[in-house]
């Protein structure tokens, strides 16, 4: 059964930075996609940072210089850099996983396996 768990959310004032982490199990292939996504109260869950399989980085347009996505194989660990945070990366943040696939259009849609959630406040 593959898990994921994140962790390292909280409230930071802008400016601020955080690093979430998330504990991956249960993936037996060698290569796959791995995300994170945010979804802020009332808006739709969207791709923040994807990580394909062929180690490609894909990141949202507003996030772009200032998240970081990376991962440790040897921990089975996902992570995401967050600097020069603003309000308005104020979220529920969920790292997931595809692997059955090597790389990924950026959407959610495309993975199936999630964690549930940690949260980031932003304040101004």
């Known amino acids: 059964e593959i898990q994921l768990v994140e962790s390292g959310g909280g409230s930071v004032q802008a400016g601020g930075s955080l690093r979430l982490s998330c504990a991956i199990s249960?993936?037996?292939?060698?290569?796959?996609?791995l995300g994170w996504f945010r979804q802020g109260p009332g808006k739709e869950r969207e791709a923040v940072a994807i990580?394909?399989?062929?180690?490609?980085?894909q990141y949202a347009d507003s996030v772009k210089g200032r998240f970081t996505v990376s991962n440790d194989t040897a921990n089975n660990m996902l992570y995401l850099q967050m600097n020069s945070l603003k309000p308005e990366d104020t979220a529920m943040y969920y790292c997931?996983?595809?692997?059955?696939?090597?790389?990924?259009?950026?959407?959610?849609?495309?993975?199936?396996?999630w964690g549930q959630g940690t949260q980031v406040t932003v304040s101004s």
């Open positions: 990580l394909n399989g062929d180690g490609t980085q």
């Open positions: 249960g993936i037996t292939v060698p290569v796959y996609c």
């Open positions: 997931a996983a595809d692997p059955y696939s090597i790389r990924v259009p950026f959407h959610r849609r495309y993975f199936d396996y």
